[in-house]
C-alpha cells in the first residue's frame, strides 16, 4: 500500500449520507434528545468540577490574585477552539468530535492519532476526577463520623512517593506530627495496608465505587444522563453562586496586595492546572448525532458554557484570594478550606456536599465522550466492530461504554493525581491545535459543504508578526532577567524541600551543623528539622541562594544545571520554532486569525508542561501507532473502499 494511504481522507458528504442511512433504517442510530439548553448544561457539567474544587487553589497559590488573569488567558484560547470544533460541528454533525474533522481535514493517520490521543482526555481525564472525587466524599465521611482506612482511599503511587518523602524528612529531624497532612496520611496508608510479600495494597476503593456507578448510568441511555446532568448542574451552580454571596463579605481587600507576587512567571506556573479547570466544553461534540439540531444547537452550547464558567471562575478566585492570603491556598479542597478557617463550619459541609455532586457530573460527561469517540473509530473500521454496537434498546454504545469503564476503573486505583492531570491536559490540546489546524487547511477549500456556522474572518498576514514583535519587546524590556536565565540555560537554585529528600544520612548530618554555625536567631536550639530551618531563607531571594550556595554538599544536590534543566526547557523552544513557521505560513496563505490564535494558544500552554509529559505522551502515541499499523490500517473502511 503506497504511502498516501495513510493520509486517506473521508469525505463530508459520505458521513452525511451514512447518517441519513442509519436515521433511515434505525440501524446504529442514536436517540435525539438535546437541545442548546441540554448541552450548555453538559458543558458547564463538564467544566465546572475538579478545577474549581481542587485545582483552583495552587493555582491561585501560585499566581496569588493575578491568577484572574491565566483564567481570562485559558478562557480565550478555549473560545478560539471552540470557534474551530463549532465550523466543524455545523460542517459534520456527527459523534467523533475532533477525530472525525481530521479524518475530514488531514486523513487517517492523523485522524487516529488524535483519537487515541483523546482517550488521554476523556478516560484519563476521568481517572483525575474519580481521585478528587474520592478525597472529597472519604473528607465528608469523616466530618460525619465515618473513617476509611487510609489505605482504601488513597492511590498507590501517592502513599509510595509519600512514604519516601515523609521518612527522608523525619530523618532530617522532622517530627511526623510537623509533617503535612497529605503526607502523613501517605506514610499512614503505606504502613497500614495489607501486604503480600513486598507489595503493599493501597487503593483508591470509592473512586472505583463512583466509575461504576456513572458507567452504569451512561449505558442506561442519553435521556437518564441528560436530566442527571441538567439537575447536578443546576444543584452546583447554587451553590458556586452562594459560595461567592457569602464569601464577598469576608474578602478583605489587604489580601489582594501585591496583586501578583510572583510575577508572569507565577502566574504561568499555574497553566496547567487551570486548563484542566476548562476541560470539557469540547466533549459536547461528541453528542452531535443526539442532538435535535446540531448545526445550530452545538457552536451555541459551546460559546454559552465556556462565557459562564470563565464568569464564575474569576468571580472565585477574587473571592478566595480575597478571603486569605494566597500563599495558604495550596491545598487540595480550597473552598472548604478558606470557610474552615473562617469558622464557617456549615458552609464547608455544603461546599464537600457540592463537590461531590459536581466532579460526579463532570465523570458523566467524560464517560459519555469516550464511548463515542470508539464508535466513531470502530464505524470506520479502526477498531473492532463491537466498539460500534448499539444497544437495541438503551441506543447507547453499550460495549464502548463498559469498556471505558474497565479503561478508568482501574489505573483509578493505582495512579495519583498529578501524573493524570497533565496528561490529560497534554491530550487535550494536541486535540484542540489539530481542530484549529483542520480549520486553516479547509478555510480555502470550495469542494467542501458548509454549514450554517462559520468562524468571522480576520486576515492574519500581518497580524500576528506584529504580535510576535510585541512579544519580544515585552520580553527583553520588561522581562530581561527571566528572558535571559531562559536563553543562557543559568543554573536553577533547588527548593528546601528538594534539597533535604534528597541527603543521605551523613549528608544530613554535615548540612545541620552548617545551619548551625550561621544560625543568627539560634533557632537550631529549638528544632532539628532540617527543611523548617533551610525554608526560613526562602522568603530572600538573595539570602537563601548565598545559604545554599555555603551547604557542605555536591552542586548536583543544591542545583539544577546543564541538560537536567535544559530537558525542561525543550518544549518552548520546540513552540517558539514552530511559531516563526506558523508566521510564514500566515503570511503566505493569509490565514484566518482566530483559528491560527487557538492553534498559537495551545501549543503555548503544551509548551508549559514539563518534558516528561510530552515523554509519556510520545510514549502513549507509538503504542497506538503499533496498533494503527497492526490492525486498523488493514481493517479501514477505506481501504477495502480503494481496494
Known sequence: MALSGLFRKK??????????????????????????RDLTAFGIAAIVGAGIFSTIGKASAD???????????????????????????????????AYTYSYVAFGEIIAWIIGWALIMEYAVGNITVAISWSDYFTGLLQSGGIHLPQWIQMDYLTASNGFKDATALMQGGKSFENLSTSLQAAYTAWTTAPTFGSFHFVADLPALFIIILITALVYRGMKESRNASNLMVVVKLCIVLLVIAV?????????WHPFAPN??????????????????????????????????????????????????????ALVLTGMVRYNELNVGDPLA???????????????????????????????????RIWMSMSR???????????????????????????????????????MVTDLCSIGTLFAFVLVCAGVLVLQDKTDIPRGKFKTPYVNAKYILPVLM??????????????????????????????????????????VFNYLETIDEQNKTAETSDLEH????????????????????????????????????????????????????????????????????CCLYMMAELSVWNWIYFTIWLLIGLIIYFTFSRKNSKLNFKEA
Not at 490574585?65 to 477552539?81: E, M, N
Not at 464547608?348 to 459536581?358: D, E, F, L, R, T
Not at 479503561?407 to 483509578?412: M, N, S
Not at 530581561?480 to 551523613?506: G, H, W
Open 263 to 316: 510575577g508572569v512567571s507565577g502566574v504561568l506556573k499555574g497553566v496547567s492546572a487551570v486548563f484542566f479547570a476548562y476541560i470539557g466544553f469540547d466533549a459536547i461534540s461528541t453528542t452531535a448525532e443526539e442532538c435535535k439540531n446540531p448545526q445550530r444547537d452545538l457552536p451555541r452550547g459551546m460559546m454559552w458554557a465556556i462565557i459562564i464558567c470563565t464568569v464564575l471562575y474569576i468571580a472565585i
Open 247 to 255: 464569601g464577598v463579605f469576608y474578602v478583605d481587600t489587604a489580601n
Open 533 to 600: 530551618l533551610l525554608s526560613q531563607y526562602q522568603d530572600n531571594e538573595v539570602k537563601y541562594a548565598e545559604v545554599v550556595k555555603g551547604l557542605p554538599i555536591s552542586d548536583s544536590l543544591k542545583y539544577e544545571s546543564g541538560f537536567s534543566l535544559f530537558k525542561h526547557k525543550i518544549p518552548m523552544w520546540i513552540f517558539l520554532f514552530v511559531l516563526v513557521g506558523l508566521a510564514v505560513w500566515a503570511f503566505r496563505k493569509n490565514l484566518s486569525l482566530i483559528p491560527l490564535l487557538g492553534l498559537i
Open 337 to 371: 478550606f478558606v470557610f474552615d478557617k473562617l469558622n464557617l463550619k456549615w458552609m464547608s459541609g455544603i461546599i464537600a456536599v457540592s463537590a461531590v455532586v459536581a466532579m460526579a457530573s463532570v465523570l458523566l460527561v467524560f464517560q459519555m465522550g469516550q464511548p
Open 63 to 97: 499566581g496569588g490574585p493575578a491568577v484572574i488573569f491565566l483564567f481570562l488567558f485559558t478562557a480565550l484560547a478555549c473560545s478560539f477552539a471552540a470557534f474551530a470544533y463549532a465550523e466543524f460541528a455545523s460542517m459534520v454533525p456527527v459523534s467523533g468530535s
Open 11 to 36: 469525505t463530508v458528504q459520505d458521513i452525511l449520507k451514512q447518517v441519513a442511512k442509519n436515521d433511515a433504517d434505525g440501524h446504529n442510530a442514536l436517540g435525539k434528545h438535546l437541545t442548546t
Open 469 to 510: 514583535i510585541a512579544g519580544l519587546y515585552y520580553a527583553f524590556a520588561f522581562n530581561n532577567k527571566a528572558t535571559m536565565s531562559f536563553i543562557n540555560n543559568e543554573a536553577q537554585v533547588n527548593d528546601a524541600t528538594t534539597i533535604i529528600t534528597s541527603l543521605n544520612k551523613e549528608e544530613t548530618s554535615k
Open 380 to 418: 470506520d473500521g479502526l477498531l473492532p466492530k463491537k466498539f460500534s454496537t448499539v444497544h437495541p434498546k438503551f441506543k447507547t454504545p453499550s460495549f464502548a461504554t463498559v469498556v471505558t469503564g474497565f479503561v478508568v476503573a482501574v489505573p483509578a486505583l493505582f495512579l495519583n493525581l498529578t
